[in-house]
């Protein structure tokens, strides 16, 4: 049974009057209301569209519904705190929730990354981020510092000096010009190296480079190093082993701040509460979002040493942060966010993602059979596939057959599982909750849906 707030009937949730006044992310409308996809409601793993047609939720939304759907937990924990206090300032104020969530927090982020300004999505993360490095550098007596090294391919987001850090022309073409004091690297990617090399006898040519282009522009005008522990939008490309560390290393060799992008790794994604964990280093500013409030309210933030902390206290006004969001820290979405990190914890679900992930990986390898996954790749929960039409040398299949897309696509038409998905990869990345017999499912839809192309492609 559909809930209905206003009147409106099934057919008006899917009719073109009323989604054409309606503006979804980086999707074509034109395409989305000839075949729209609106739901109703969920549970568990489980999510069902206003038609009563169930879906298995193998993306946790995007990376974000770690707990599943309709956890009662985080659900009163919200309406408690609803019914107390739903909004104060952070411009005048704070609230208890937000002191108790960032203490929470604080106990769980790599080694001394106790500070953390609470906020509400992605973009705001990422763009505050690099907005304090370069207050910190500016007023730490380093104000040539601005410069922002990210890598191609990566995403961090759509507010403008996030999407200048990010590295995706199709993403950027439209918006130009954006912001200024921004480089690119080309980013580690062994199964087709942009250096044409191989893994190890490469010596990570990927992640030393960063010094040569510091150098070239000059470390006392270098500020920061952005990437992703996991490349997300490329469909989960996992550095080698060296590449962070070596990364550190050149970073604190030139007094260069490492910027972890942990918006969709964070909160136990890769089997560890934070990648930076799962690939053992320490960043000087770890952005975080999507997993932290499970889906249940918008919830981001960003967290950084206290030393850098030290450098905005002080009793002149112009040395504190110039920055700042209305819903930052908002109670509710900070109650919900200690609710999240009370199910993780208690119930060790970061433990279970590791496994389930090891399962699900696992599992993975039978597709090998089908002749056409080139690579299997990620950590955790956060797992993706790669095709490959050649697999003796890794060929892809050409871009207009968008071999990668018709897979997502049938696995979300026919097979009722939702993924993302590109023309070369698709990901899976269920709720931690996830039991193996759903695992098992999960791999024979995404099969069935890479026989379907296959044998379409055939014809
Ligand atoms: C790594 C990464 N950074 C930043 C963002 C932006 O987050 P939001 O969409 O919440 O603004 C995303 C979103 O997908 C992401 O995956």
């Given amino acids: 049974m559909v809930t209905t707030m206003t009147g409106f009937t099934t057919e008006d949730y899917l009719s073109s009057k009323y989604l054409r006044h309606m503006v979804l992310d980086f999707i074509q409308m034109g395409q989305f209301m000839r075949e729209p996809l609106v739901y109703d409601r969920g549970e568990g793993i489980w999510v069902w569209d206003v038609n009563g047609e169930k879906y298995l939720d193998g993306i946790s939304g995007v990376w974000v519904t770690s707990l599943g759907h309709s956890n009662q937990r985080v659900v009163n924990a919200i309406k408690n705190q609803l019914e107390k206090l739903a909004f104060c300032s952070p411009i005048l104020s704070t609230n208890t929730r937000a002191v108790e969530y960032v203490e929470m927090l604080g106990k769980t982020t790599p080694e001394g990354l ?31 510092k601005k410069t922002i090294i990210s890598r191609y391919n990566n995403f961090h987001g759509v507010t403008i000096g996030a999407l200048t850090a990010t590295g995706m022309a199709d993403r950027k073409i439209p918006f130009e010009p954006l912001a200024g004091g921004f480089r690119h690297i080309a980013p580690p990617y062994c199964l087709r190296c942009p250096y044409k090399l191989k893994y190890p006898e490469c010596d990570v040519l990927c992640a030393r480079i960063l010094e040569q282009v510091i150098q070239y522009e000059g ?127 208690e119930r060790n679900l970061v433990e279970r993602c590791a496994l389930m992930g090891h399962y699900l990986k696992e599992k993975l390898e039978d597709l090998r059979e089908l002749g056409v996954v080139g690579d299997i790749r990620g950590k955790g929960l956060m797992l993706g596939i790669e095709f490959a039409q050649n697999l003796e040398t890794m060929e892809p299949f050409p871009r207009q057959l968008g071999f990668g897309i018709k897979v997502g696509r049938t696995c979300i038409q026919q097979e009722k599982m939702l993924v993302r998905y590109s023309p070369d990869w698709v990901a899976v990345a269920p709720p931690f909750i996830i039991e193996k017999d759903e695992i098992d499912d999960i791999v024979e839809r995404l099969g069935r849906a890479i026989i379907t192309v296959l044998n379409q492609t055939r014809e």
């Fill in 114 to 144: 106790t500070t953390i300004k609470i906020l509400s999505g992605g973009s705001e993360a990422t763009e505050t981020a690099i907005k304090l490095v370069r207050q910190y550098f500016h007023q730490t007596g380093r104000p040539s």
């Fill in 219 to 345: 470390p006392e005008t270098v500020a920061a190093f952005i990437a992703e522990p996991i490349q997300l939008s490329t469909g989960n490309i996992v550095p080698p082993p060296e590449y962070w560390p070596i990364i550190r290393e050149i970073c604190d060799k030139y007094d260069v701040m490492i910027i972890l992008d942990e918006v969709a790794t964070g909160m136990g994604r890769t089997g560890k509460m934070w990648g930076a964990q799962t690939f053992e280093f320490t960043p000087d500013v770890l952005c975080m979002g999507k997993g932290m409030a499970a889906g249940y309210m918008p919830l981001s933030g960003v967290a950084f040493r206290d030393e850098v902390a030290d450098a905005f206290i002080s009793d002149k006004k112009e040395m504190a942060f110039a920055d700042g969001h209305t819903y930052g820290g908002n109670p509710v979405a900070c109650a919900a966010g200690i609710a999240v990190l009370q199910e993780l914890q």
